[in-house]
């Protein structure tokens, strides 16, 4: 079965790096695109990143600059680093299959605080 399985959140200061990481099974991971969502407190799930099967990339406009979503297909993971990590960057970050909706299946989530 398809498993999304998040690793790598905990809390930094303003101005951070972080890297997150998914290791993904149970479907041919390397021709799939992937995506990072996040999802803040009282607020929508938002696209963060998202990288096809070939390395294409793109951003949400809040992050462009700062984030960079990487992926290795002979590990099955998609990385994401974070870096200039902002408060309002806080969010709990999930992984999943595709990079636009409907999204079928989501990682656990891992929770991003960015606090001084």
């Known amino acids: 079965q398809v498993q999304l399985v ?5 809390l930094v200061q303003p101005g951070g790096s ?4 998914c290791t993904a099974s149970g479907f041919v991971f390397k021709i799939y695109a ?3 969502y996040r999802q803040a407190p009282g607020k929508q ?4 990143a998202a990288i096809t099967g070939a390395g294409g990339t793109n ?3 809040s992050v462009q600059g ?3 979503i990487s992926r290795d297909n002979t590990k099955n993971t998609v990385d994401l680093q974070m ?8 969010a709990v970050y999930y992984c999943t299959i ?3 909706p409907p999204h079928n299946y989501w990682g656990q989530g891992t929770q991003v605080t960015v606090s001084s």
């Open 45 to 48: 799930r938002e696209l963060v």
């Open 18 to 21: 972080l890297r997150l990481s």
């Open 6 to 10: 998040e690793s790598g959140g905990g």
């Open 34 to 36: 992937m995506a990072w």
């Open 59 to 61: 951003y949400a406009g």
């Open 98 to 100: 595709g990079s636009r």
């Open 83 to 90: 870096n200039s990590l902002k408060l309002e960057d806080t």
């Open 66 to 68: 700062r984030f960079t």
